[in-house]
């Protein structure tokens, strides 16, 4: 047995959605300075690093993190890996990606996860991300929570459709996953975001096991 962790690791130097709120993880007790403790704040949005979105991030439906089954976010996962040409992710490259039937919770192993491999911190706006028809394939195919390997499901500028989609189906997206180590087949995946309560999403650690 192996343990992949594939949450990215918060810190300033992690890069945010462009207009999203400054991470900041600052200490603001500390031992070095004559305090007995070390403490440290962090602010940030609830959508930075590895995430998962809940549908009241686009829908305003009162489906909130908290709310989110966590049978769906524990359990048998297969990770992808599509073609390194594959620029965006539609219903022919999923169906060319000989993804096991009966799969309910998918990762897609892209060339974004070389931009993890190589410390890439500045953010990508060519990220490959999922087109419409590819979420309407996921929901088809009875996929229950899908996992992709940057910062957002939908492609930069045109977030909305494959967002809707997905959410509105019940679909969990766990956004921001690291699988620079990790090949193409089965593991047992564990996500579990914090319980935020009210929130459209929260910050997650996420492992894989195989």
């Known amino acids: 047995m192996k343990i992949y962790d ?3 690791p918060i810190s300033p130097a992690l890069p945010i959605w462009p207009g999203d709120s400054p991470l900041v993880l600052e200490r603001v007790e500390s031992m070095d300075d004559g305090a007995h403790v070390n403490v440290s704040r962090l602010s940030c949005s609830v959508h930075t690093g590895t995430h998962v979105d809940a549908p009241h ?3 305003n439906d009162g489906r909130t993190v908290e709310s989110l089954p966590l049978e769906a976010l524990i359990g048998p996962a297969w990770v992808a890996a599509l073609p390194p040409g594959a620029d965006l992710v539609t219903a022919s490259v999923l169906e060319a990606a000989s993804i096991p039937g009966g799969t309910t919770r998918l990762l897609l192993k892209t060339r974004n996860s070389e931009i993890w491999r190589r410390g890439e911190m500045r953010f990508q706006e060519d990220f490959v991300a999922v087109s419409p028809d590819g979420a309407e394939w996921l929901v088809a195919h009875g996929i229950r929570l899908i996992g992709v390997d940057y910062l957002s499901v939908a492609p930069f500028q045109d977030s909305d459709p494959t967002h809707h989609i997905l959410l509105k189906a019940g679909v969990i997206i766990l956004e921001g996953v690291d699988l620079s180590a990790v090949e ?8 579990l975001p914090l319980k935020l309560a009210g929130s459209d999403g929260a910050p997650a650690r996420a492992i894989l096991v195989g």
């Open 6 to 8: 594939i949450s990215l």
């Open 57 to 59: 991030h686009f829908l």
């Open 184 to 191: 193409a087949g089965t593991y047992d995946l564990y996500c």
